[in-house]
Structures are given as structure tokens and as C-alpha cells.
T-cell receptor, first 114, second 107 residues
Framework: DTAVSQTPKYLVTQMGNDKSIKCEQN?????MYWYKQDSKKFLKIMFS???????INETVPNRFSPKSPDKAHLNLHINSLELGDSAVYFC?????????????FGSGTRLTVV | GQNIDQPTEMTATEGAIVQINCTYQ??????LFWYQQHAGEAPTFLSY????GLEEKGRFSSFLSRSKGYSYLLLKELQMKDSASYLC????????FGTGTRLTVIP
């Protein structure tokens, strides 16, 4: 059983389109995150939800909107995709913010905007 | 603010020992984590230090000095499969990552 699963694994789309990435965790964790890893491999926090409530919203364009229907799911919707959005997006979860057992990451979604 | 500094790349020989250093600055400290990330894969949790000193876990050990804002990851008996990026990270409500250290193990 996959602990944190993301779909799709690969996403190729044209500029201007709207797309969604889904994430689900079956670990019973309370906190979920979205990270973006760019071509330089820099892993940057985008959003964090604790028990369906948004707790971190880093400086991310308004075109990115997270949604957490329940604490096991955190989806990411992106409007009007731009070339610079091309990256690998990782979902992660933890028991709580700053959990000493660390985060469990999903396998990533490689987004390519053409 | 937050800042993580690690060497960008390191190369070591199979069977050897390698030490990957990390210095950090953070406004809220809740422990220091090390993650391993193989190319094209997700980061996986390796270790956690919240008190000063050395934590040993098999071939991997991690050290922390909070007063110096310094940590290192020690990998012993290197294997080819240890070729990966190693990410030092810390933070309070979320983990702040640097770009990591890409380690290449050569025969």
C-alpha cells in the first residue's frame, strides 16, 4: 500500500491551461504539504494544511490553489499555466508540523508546460 | 529568515567514509533532519537530531551542534547505491530545504 500517492505522475500541458494534481495519504497524518522542486533541485514549500486548515501559504502566485476536502487529501489546482511552472511537485504528510519522525513524500508529479 | 548551506557536490570511493556538512540558520528550530533523494525519486527520511551529539543508525550517523548551527551526516562503508542527493533541513511548522549535496560513489 502506497503511503502518500500522487496522480498523475507525469503531466504535459500547454501554456494557459488549467490542471489539477491529486494527493492522498493513508498514514492517518494530520498535516499535508505541497513542495515544488525546480530544475536546480531546490525543494521549496508552497502550502501546508493541518487537519484541513491552511497553516502555511508561502509566496505563491494566486494561480495556485490548494484544496483539502478532508485530512487525508490535499489537491493542487493550477490556473493559466506558465512555462515557469514546469517542475516536480511533491506532496508530503506528517503526523504534525515539525514531526520528529519526518515527512513522508509522494513520488512526485513531473509537470511540463509547453 | 532561514538558510541552509551544504556543499553542492561530493565524490567518494566505494567502501570509504564520507562526511557531508551542513550549516543552518533558522528563526524557529524544531530539530535537524537529513533526507536522501535518488535521482527522479522522492526524498526519504534518514535521521533526526534535536539534541547536541551524534545519533547512529547503521551505516549512517548524524551529528548536531545547536550552538554552532552545524550538522553533519556520516556515511560509512559506502556502497554504489548511496549515490544520491542528501538534503539537510530544519524548520518549525514546515521543513526548509536547501539544494542538497549530490554524492557520487565511484568504484
Amino acid at each position: 500500500d502506497t503511503a502518500v500517492s500522487q496522480t498523475p505522475k507525469y503531466l504535459v500541458t500547454q501554456m494557459g491551461n488549467d490542471k489539477s494534481i491529486k494527493c492522498e495519504q493513508n498514514l492517518g497524518h494530520d498535516t499535508m504539504y505541497w513542495y515544488k522542486q525546480d530544475s536546480k533541485k531546490f525543494l521549496k514549500i508552497m502550502f501546508s494544511y493541518n487537519n484541513k486548515e491552511l497553516i502555511i501559504n508561502e509566496t505563491v502566485p494566486n494561480r495556485f490553489s490548494p484544496k483539502s476536502p478532508d485530512k487525508a487529501h490535499l489537491n493542487l489546482h493550477i490556473n493559466s499555466l506558465e512555462l515557469g511552472d514546469s517542475a516536480v511537485y511533491f506532496c508530503a504528510s506528517s503526523q504534525a508540523p515539525g514531526d520528529p519522525y519526518g515527512y513522508t513524500f509522494g513520488s512526485g508529479t513531473r509537470l511540463t508546460v509547453v | 529568515g532561514q538558510n541552509i548551506d551544504q556543499p553542492t557536490e561530493m565524490t567518494a570511493t566505494e567502501g570509504a567514509i564520507v562526511q557531508i556538512n551542513c550549516t543552518y540558520q533558522t528563526s524557529g528550530f524544531n530539530g535537524l533532519f537529513w533526507y536522501q533523494q535518488h535521482a527522479g525519486e522522492a526524498p526519504t527520511f534518514l535521521s533526526y537530531n534535536v539534541l547536541d551529539g551524534l545519533e547512529e543508525k547503521g551505516r549512517f550517523s548524524s551529528f548536531l551542534s545547536r550552538s554552532k548551527g552545524y550538522s553533519y551526516l556520516l556515511l560509512k562503508e559506502l556502497q554504489m547505491k548511496d549515490s544520491a542527493s542528501y538534503l539537510c533541513t530544519t524548520g518549525a511548522n514546515n521543513l526548509f530545504f536547501g539544494t542538497g549535496t549530490r554524492l557520487t560513489v565511484i568504484p
